[in-house]
């Protein structure tokens, strides 16, 4: 079973950066498109940005366009997301997502909190 493990949340002032990665338990992310969604306090779980399996496809959501950018690195089975310019409404638990048929697999989150 895919086990998806995120890392690299914190609290950062507005305008700062910080790299999130998702990772796997004993698995890999071969062949498998991976999203970053996020989830602020009393609001939905949103997407975020995707990436393609191969990495030669992306997507973002519009509020975070030109600031984030997705990547992945196969050989260290790693996908992050840089976060640039961050703001206070960028502050939520993100988590990474892929499927594989009709299987949903969730990380359980990092908290990423934008505050001066």
């Known amino acids: 079973q895919l086990q998806l493990v995120e890392s690299g949340g914190g609290l950062v002032q507005p305008g700062g950066s910080l790299r999130l990665s998702c990772g796997t338990s004993g698995s890999t992310l071969d062949g498998y498109g991976i999203a970053w969604f996020r989830q602020a306090p009393g609001k939905e779980r949103e997407p975020v940005a995707c990436?393609?399996?191969?990495?030669?496809?992306?997507n973002y959501a519009d509020s975070v366009k030109g600031r984030f950018t997705i990547s992945r690195d196969n050989a260290k089975n790693t996908v992050h997301l840089q976060m640039n310019s961050l703001r206070p409404e960028d502050t939520a638990v993100y988590y990474c997502y892929t499927n594989s048929g009709p299987r949903d697999y969730w990380g359980r989150g990092t908290q990423v909190t934008v505050s001066s």
């Open positions: 990436i393609s399996s191969s990495g030669a496809s992306t």
